[in-house]
């Protein structure tokens, strides 16, 4: 009987983009879009300079980009630097199921093999949808965690089986690719907790990771075959696991498709609470002013996130995306949280300040949702006690985002970054990601697209 490695290996191996219905595509270019995006905002985030000095500092081929910068590196260094990026603002797409954000490692593991390899449009868009199934699927036929950050632990084998696809491995070297993956699978929760620059970075080496497990595997260097079920594989060394939830119904429903589109640049735990405040805020004309102080009920998962006293600390944009507290009282001083709420001259704003040590947070143990719901209440001096509940986080199925609103995302993390884009240059991409399917060559997508990246 083939190993769980070897049935989603010949799944990946064999499926084509004339497979994919026009759903995955669509989704899969979406994300492609939201992910290409929010990395080229995080490539000026704290944490992220330190890690260009060391990496460019290396060197090596210029076979692949880095986003916002006209340095070329090795597919490896670059996966490593996009990955960073992508995860570095916490404002890309995360898949609730199994609280994993799969496009910040396949993404920028797919796009340097794409790159590495002169792949079309169309086998970018396979390889990606692959990976991030297989990402998604990792991540929530898993019932139990030992304290690992889901996206570089699961993520990391949904980018290796994308570049191993775009590598044209065969079904033993995709099984292989996985088993290389395994064999790096990392990433602490507690650089979430203790809110380390580490963890921006994380994404980045599970993106690094899965490149070399395909190149590893391209040169045939040989990896567990039972990387999932073996006695001492994944589910036994990282948590329980369901392996008929891992592969049902392969090949006919990608997992991806219910992937959350993230409306804020926080976690996910503080978004219905930060809808709540911008609707209050906006019906009834609120100021700091007149607000004199809140109350948010959430979960006890949410409440472990980000429910912790706010304190900028030493990492205050961290901090403040992990914060609910600030949240609430950045959405109703501003009436909205984009790119421009998580820099430090809006996190040190006095009056925001004030507010956010007003906020009080409760917790409801009976409730088991991770990210939702919430109910915020606001107390003001001119109209009175005002409260909100929001039973679905925006970006869900439940409370989707429009085409318009994903467009206007990318503008305001693409008008941002090291290598701020026009609105003009921002619609030229918009429309080559729509259209990436007439692609020719993945390593030219960024040569007639009029966005010219600064000097490093």
Not at 426 to 445: G, R, Y
Request: glycine content about 8%.
């Amino acid at each position: 009987m083939n190993s769980l490695s070897q049935i989603l290996a010949d799944h990946v191996a064999s499926t084509q983009f004339e497979d994919l219905s026009a759903e995955t595509v669509s989704v899969t270019k979406w994300f492609l879009l939201d992910t290409l995006g929010v990395a080229w905002a995080g490539t000026e985030a704290p944490g992220t300079e330190a890690l260009q000095n060391l990496v460019f500092a290396e060197g090596g081929s210029t076979d692949c980009t880095v986003f916002g910068s006209d340095v070329r590196l090795p597919a490896t260094a670059a996966a490593l630097m996009n990955g960073t990026y992508a995860g570095a603002l916490d404002y890309d797409g995360v898949y609730e199921k199994g609280s994993v954000h799969p496009d910040i490692v396949t993404m920028p593991a797919a796009w340097a093999i794409a790159e590495k390899c002169h792949a079309s449009g169309r086998d970018f868009i396979a390889a990606l949808a692959l990976g991030n199934d297989l990402t998604c699927r990792s991540g929530g036929a898993m019932a139990g965690n030992r304290g690992w950050f889901n996206t570089a632990v699961h993520g990391v084998f949904g980018g290796a089986a994308a570049a191993s696809k775009l590598l044209g491995l065969d079904t033993a070297g995709v099984a292989n690719a996985i088993g290389l993956a395994f064999s790096q699978a990392s990433g602490p929760q507690q650089a979430t907790i203790e809110k380390s620059l580490v963890k921006r970075v994380l994404s980045g080496m599970a993106a690094r990771s899965s490149v070399f497990a395909a190149l590893a595997a391209e040169q045939g260097i040989t990896a567990p075959q039972e990387a999932f079920e073996g006695k001492f594989g994944f589910y036994t060394l990282y948590g329980d696991g369901d392996p008929e939830a891992l592969i049902a119904g392969l090949g006919e429903r990608y997992e991806n498709a219910v992937t959350v589109t993230k409306k804020y640049p926080s976690c996910t735990a503080n978004h219905v609470a930060i809808q709540g405040a911008v609707d209050l805020a906006d019906e009834f004309d609120l100021g700091t002013d007149d607000v004199t102080g809140a109350e948010v009920v959430i979960s006890p998962f949410m409440n472990q996130l980000v429910g912790a006293d706010w304190d900028p600390g030493d990492n205050p944009q961290v901090a403040a995306q992990f914060s609910v507290q600030y949240s609430i009282a950045c959405a109703i001083a501003r009436r909205k949280l984009g790119i421009a709420e998580i820099q430090e001259n809006v996190i040190f704003d006095d009056q925001i300040n004030k507010l956010a040590s007003n906020v009080s947070v409760t917790v409801n143990e009976d409730w088991p949702g991770k990210f939702s719901p919430c109910e915020l209440t606001i107390h003001t001096k001119d109209n009175g006690t005002l409260t909100r509940r929001v039973d679905h986080t925006p970006g869900t199925q439940e409370n989707p985002l429009s085409l318009d609103d994903l467009k206007a995302k990318f503008h305001d993390c693409a008008a941002s970054g090291a290598a701020p884009m026009s609105r003009d240059q921002a619609d030229i991409v918009i429309d080559k990601v729509m259209a990436l399917e007439d692609v020719s060559d993945m390593a030219e997508f960024f040569s007639d697209s009029a966005v010219t990246p600064r000097a490093a």
